[in-house]
Structure formats: C-alpha cells, structure tokens
C-alpha cells in the first residue's frame, strides 16, 4: 500500500468493503490514464481512458486446421484482445467533489477507479468527506457503546444467573412436554 488513499481507505472502510475498493484503487493506478484535461470555471473535465479486456471474436477454424496440420511453429490464438472505453470526470477542484460518468458511487457508493485515477494526478490524499457514507465505515457502531458490557447498564451477575436458570426450567417444561404429548387415535 504505497498509495495515501489506500492506507486511508484501509483506515475508514470496514474490511470486506476496503476489498472492493481497494480493487477500484489498484484499477485506478495501473489500467486508467488521462486521455484529455482541460478546466472551465472551477472544474477539470477529464476523459479517462480505460484499458479493458474484451473476448476476442472467434477465430477462423481454416486457420486453425492449417496451424494443426503443419509442423511449424502453431500460432497462438488470443481469446482475448484488449480494447480501451473512455469515461468522463468532472472534478471540483475547490471542494473535491466529482462526478463520472460510469455512475459506480450513485449506485454502490464507492467511488470507481476513473475517479480514483483523477484523484491521483491532482494527489489527493483522502477520499473526501462526503464520499465516506456512514453504511460503509469502521465506526458505525460509536466505541464507547462497543465497549458497554450491556445494552441497558452494567451487567448483573445475579440477574444474569436467574435468567439462566429460568430459561433452563423452560426448556426442561418443554421438553417434558413434548415427550408427554398425548397420541390421538384415528378412528376409521
């Protein structure tokens, strides 16, 4: 984790959502650039060009048999070929606040790697305040109502036995119950 919005996201996030981000963060760094940036009144408008990997189409089976058939060296065939969409960000650049075109954060709230791309050539450090949705953060729960060692006040051990003992008794009834349930005879 060499890049700052990582150690950070790895401090905020909660571990299984740091995972998605995380890919996001490392898709942002090696497979997003940008294409063009130009500003106009406050806002970089930046086209993020992605590479992506696409299926190939099918090969021709004529190439195939003749590459079986001969003893040269077989070409390899690609299954995949790589291809490049591009993407539209706008960046506030007063506030940090950015918009892209894919629309990842409206839909899952976290931000996409075009963003993230952006955020790295203008170093931001932090993923912004109002990108960090409370749903997703490792303080969701307040420490110091983690650290309570009962929801409604200090725990009662002499309470705490009764409960036990009285959940016991209801279980045994129960069970003694059920044994004793009486069998019904179907008369024809």
């Known amino acids: 984790m060499d890049y700052p919005i990582e150690v950070h996201a790895a401090r905020v996030y909660t571990r299984s959502l740091f995972v998605r981000v995380q890919k996001e963060i490392i898709a942002g760094s090696w497979l997003c650039s940008i294409k063009t940036k130009s500003s106009d009144e406050g806002f970089d408008i ?64 976290i931000l996409c790697r075009h963003v993230i791309c952006v955020f790295k050539n203008c170093n931001v450090q932090k993923i912004p305040n109002q990108y960090l949705l409370r749903r997703w953060l490792r303080d969701l729960i307040p420490p110091g109502l983690r650290r309570k060692k009962n929801r409604y006040g200090e725990k009662n051990e002499n309470v705490a036995n009764l409960v036990v003992q009285a959940t016991s008794l209801v279980d045994d009834c129960c069970q003694i119950l059920r044994n004793d349930e009486p069998r019904k005879n179907i008369e024809d």
């Open 46 to 109: 930046c086209i993020i060009k992605e590479e992506i990997v696409v299926p190939a189409s099918m090969p021709d089976p004529d190439k195939i048999n003749k590459a079986e058939d001969s003893d040269n060296d077989v070409e390899e065939i690609n299954l995949y070929e790589k291809a490049t969409r591009e993407y539209k960000v706008l960046h506030n650049t007063s506030d940090d606040s950015v918009v892209c075109c894919c629309q990842l954060f409206v839909r899952c709230g």
